[in-house]
């Protein structure tokens, strides 16, 4: 296939590069007046938030009457109507024992959970760049940019996780793309430029071996178009999508994101703690505020010492990347049951545990695979 020689001659070779950088080298950057103090060396940097005075502690609060409020105590029939409604919703276990057996004991214990949330907002710049379509250039010549904590955005829900990237006013510049250098275009690796390929059906022999008539698929001249560049010999550049040139600007990237420090109180039964942390509770005290403050005088003091620690954690870990948007700590009451039970001779044990009334099982009686492939 031939081609012109001044199309040649406006292809660079990239065949052997390595693929684009996530952005220029810096040298090819002037240096933006206003963020001289942001990206003295490298191209991305974390900014602190700035300071801001602390709020006034909470006063103590009185736990009596929060704690009047209980969990109703579980009955036998609410008890055997439980585990009736989780053997249903398994394949493998038979409802029979539900309905006759013998509950001898239920021991019942009311846990609290304690839950800290915290909101922050965190930013982070970055040099970045697209393809230039020559639309108006929003660069230094326009003014200042601003610091990166002065730009408002739209900030989502409060304790909703979300990411969102802005270009920073007056940081635009325009520069050749420095993949292709600036023709648009590279020369395909497929091919080496030429546009043909060896036949792949006879290896470029025009005939199939120990065959007289000439190859079908390339009609005997023993070559076919490259289908990588369909025979054109180069490609669009795929950095600046055959534009030539790119605008580069800084982007601010912010973070919302919402941390969790969760404790449970201590319990006697042998129940697996994963799946009381996940328990359905009942609220019985929540605190929201732009800024918590640790619990005091909770009756049980693994919650206040939970409380103290998960904001001391919390402070340790946000104070110096993140601004604090909002907190938000809860007690929860979870109840748990200990069902000690008798069937056919013998002594069984389940959980009842959560306002919904969640089962856990941990010998049952009737259990049998009825067609389940076990891995």
Same mark, same amino acid.
């Given at each position: 296939?031939?081609?012109?020689?001044?199309?040649?001659?406006?292809?660079?070779?990239?065949?052997?590069?390595?693929?684009?950088?996530?952005?220029?080298?810096?040298e090819?950057?002037?240096?933006?007046p206003?963020?001289?103090?942001?990206?003295?060396?490298?191209?991305?940097?974390?900014?602190?938030?700035?300071?801001?005075?602390?709020?006034?502690?909470?006063?103590?609060?009185?736990?009596?009457s929060?704690?009047?409020?209980?969990?109703?105590?579980?009955?036998?029939?609410?008890?055997?109507?439980?585990?009736?409604?989780?053997?249903?919703?398994?394949?493998?276990?038979?409802?029979?024992?539900?309905?006759?057996?013998?509950?001898?004991?239920?021991?019942?214990?009311?846990?609290?959970?304690?839950?800290?949330?915290?909101?922050?907002?965190?930013?982070?710049?970055?040099?970045?760049?697209?393809?230039?379509?020559?639309?108006?250039?929003?660069?230094?010549?326009?003014?200042?940019?601003?610091?990166?904590?002065?730009?408002?955005?739209?900030?989502?829900?409060?304790?909703?996780?979300?990411?969102?990237?802005?270009?920073?006013?007056?940081?635009?510049?325009?520069?050749?793309?420095?993949?292709?250098?600036?023709?648009?275009?590279?020369?395909?690796?497929?091919?080496?430029?030429?546009?043909?390929v060896?036949?792949?059906?006879?290896?470029g022999?025009?005939?199939?071996?120990?065959?007289? $008539? +000439? @190859?079908?698929? &390339? #009609? =005997?001249? %023993?070559? $076919? +178009? @490259?289908?990588? &560049? #369909? =025979?054109? %010999?180069?490609?669009? @550049?795929?950095? &600046?999508? =055959?534009?030539?040139?790119?605008?580069?600007?800084?982007?601010?990237?912010?973070?919302?994101?919402?941390?969790?420090?969760?404790?449970?109180?201590?319990?006697?039964?042998?129940?697996?703690?994963?799946?009381?942390?996940?328990?359905?509770?009942?609220?019985?005290?929540?605190?929201?505020?732009?800024?918590?403050?640790?619990?005091?005088?909770f009756?049980?003091?693994?919650?206040?010492?939970?409380?103290?620690r998960?904001?001391?954690?919390?402070?340790?870990?946000?104070?110096?990347r993140?601004?604090?948007?909002?907190?938000?700590?809860?007690?929860?009451?979870?109840?748990?049951?200990?069902?000690?039970?008798?069937?056919?001779g013998?002594?069984?044990?389940?959980?009842?545990?959560?306002?919904?009334?969640?089962?856990?099982?941990?010998?049952?009686?009737?259990?049998?695979?009825?067609?389940?492939?076990?891995?």
């Amino acid at each position: 296939m031939d081609r012109d020689s001044s199309e040649e001659d406006s292809v660079v070779d990239l065949s052997f590069e390595v693929e684009s950088p996530l952005a220029p080298p810096p040298e090819l950057l002037e240096t933006l007046p206003s963020y001289d103090w942001l990206l003295p060396q490298g191209r991305r940097q974390i900014f602190f938030p700035p300071l801001e005075a602390p709020g006034r502690p909470q006063e103590q609060r009185s736990w009596s009457s929060l704690l009047e409020h209980r969990v109703p105590v579980m009955t036998e029939a609410e008890a055997r109507d439980a585990l009736l409604s989780f053997v249903n919703s398994k394949c493998c276990y038979g409802s029979a024992v539900a309905g006759d057996l013998t509950i001898r004991e239920l021991k019942q214990q009311t846990l609290c959970r304690y839950r800290l949330e915290t909101f922050s907002e965190s930013r982070m710049s970055e040099w970045t760049f697209q393809p230039f379509t020559n639309h108006s250039v929003d660069g230094p010549q326009r003014g200042a940019s601003p610091r990166l904590w002065d730009m408002k955005v739209q900030v989502p829900p409060m304790f909703q996780e979300d990411t969102r990237k802005f270009q920073v006013p007056h940081s635009s510049l325009v520069k050749e793309c420095h993949k292709c250098h600036g023709r648009g275009r590279y020369k395909c690796s497929g091919c080496h430029g030429a546009g043909m390929v060896r036949c792949p059906s006879c290896s470029g022999a025009k005939r199939k071996a120990k065959q007289s $008539r +000439r @190859c079908q698929l &390339c #009609s =005997g001249s %023993g070559r $076919r +178009r @490259c289908s990588t &560049c #369909s =025979g054109r %010999g180069s490609k669009t @550049c795929a950095t &600046c999508k =055959g534009e030539k040139k790119l605008l580069h600007f800084i982007q601010l990237v912010i973070m919302w994101r919402n941390s969790l420090f969760e404790f449970v109180s201590e319990h006697q039964f042998d129940c697996p703690g994963e799946l009381l942390a996940k328990a359905k509770g009942e609220n019985l005290f929540k605190d929201e505020n732009s800024v918590v403050y640790p619990i005091v005088d909770f009756p049980l003091r693994d919650i206040s010492l939970a409380s103290q620690r998960g904001i001391a954690e919390h402070n340790a870990t946000l104070a110096s990347r993140a601004r604090v948007l909002q907190q938000r700590q809860t007690i929860e009451l979870i109840p748990l049951t200990e069902v000690h039970y008798w069937y056919q001779g013998k002594t069984y044990v389940y959980y009842i545990y959560g306002t919904d009334h969640q089962v856990y099982v941990v010998n049952y009686p009737e259990r049998y695979c009825c067609g389940c492939i076990i891995l």
